[in-house]
């Protein structure tokens, strides 16, 4: 099992710490590429996900509705922890609702249970990402407009990989694999992006970022636990809620804090420091699935 779990972690932390380095050595201006990973690459993978032959919703909306217990829960939990010890919930409650299901946790499935946890593991993606998209933009200012999520293209491409799905109709080959071939960018890029966004951030708010960095997987693993005593999930799909659950604050919560001026320092030190101790959290998880 430790060599499994080994084998799951060492490409995700080699890719993140080589980002990490070039980040630190030639401070490379990454936002025209991480655009084009969010706008282009990330979409072509939830495409063809969806619309490939193995994609069938119906076997995952259980897990869907897991994912979604998770992120609604830990915000629960958060605006109460924030409450009970005065911090601004604004700050607190969305790293704690909001995991690096993309850079970490789509590589991790991959990784850990072979390319047909894919299309789970994007599902688990999609709903924390349409939830933050609305719900974590009206939290940290409720004058925003949500109508503007419908235009983003993960959201668009999962819409017509879907309708290719339930329309029982084959792309022709040739596109599917050019699809494909663009979507597998996105992983490898998204790792490298990481490390290099890390060597970009600083830890200022060292208290912040080590509560942050513990109640995420904690209430994250704490409220996959319930859900599975309540949902029949297969195996696999059981085994990616626990590590959706156990993932640490994405990295787009720092740039909704900074969008936002909701006390940025605190939200990139809990996002710092939480992508750290992923280090000893994701291995638990792990070994929890794996076993």
Avoid at 34 to 61: E, W
Avoid at 69 to 93: C, E, F, H, N, Q
Avoid at 126 to 152: C, K, M, P, Y
Avoid at 159 to 175: D, E, H, K, N, T
Wanted: proline content about 7%; charged content about 10%.
């Amino acid at each position: 099992m430790l060599g499994h779990i080994v084998s799951v972690l060492f490409p995700l932390f080699t890719i993140s710490a080589l980002g990490y380095l070039v980040g630190r050595r030639l401070k490379p201006d990454l936002s025209t590429t991480n655009r084009l990973n969010m706008d282009v690459f990330t979409p072509a993978l939830v495409f063809s996900a969806m619309a490939g032959k193995d994609f069938h919703i119906l076997q995952f909306l259980a897990l869907a509705l897991g994912a979604l217990v998770i992120v609604m829960g830990s915000g629960i939990a958060g605006w109460g922890i924030a409450r009970a010890l005065r911090i601004d919930p604004k700050t607190l409650v969305p790293p704690l609702m909001f995991n690096n299901c993309g850079n970490l946790g789509l590589p991790v499935a991959v990784l850990a249970f072979g390319p047909q946890a894919l299309a789970p593991a994007i599902m688990t993606f999609l709903v924390s990402n349409i939830t933050q998209f609305s719900f974590g933009t009206w939290l940290l200012d409720h004058e925003t407009r949500l109508a503007g999520i419908w235009r983003s293209p993960s959201i668009l491409a999962s819409i017509a990989g879907l309708a290719v799905a339930l329309s029982g109709q084959s792309l022709w080959p040739p596109l599917l694999i050019s699809v494909k071939m663009l979507g597998d960018i996105s992983i490898p890029l998204m790792l490298f992006a990481l490390g290099a966004r890390l060597a970009d951030s600083q830890i200022r708010s060292i208290g912040y970022g080590v509560l942050g960095a513990v109640l995420r997987p904690v209430l994250g693993m704490a409220l996959a636990w319930a859900v599975l005593l309540v949902l029949p999930l297969p195996p696999q799909q059981r085994a990616l809620l626990i590590i959706f659950g156990s993932l640490p604050p994405a990295v787009l919560n720092y740039i909704f804090a900074e969008r936002y001026n909701q006390e940025p320092d605190k939200v990139a030190s809990m996002v710092l420091i939480g992508n750290l101790a992923s280090l000893i959290f994701l291995p638990i998880a792990l070994a929890i699935t794996l076993r």
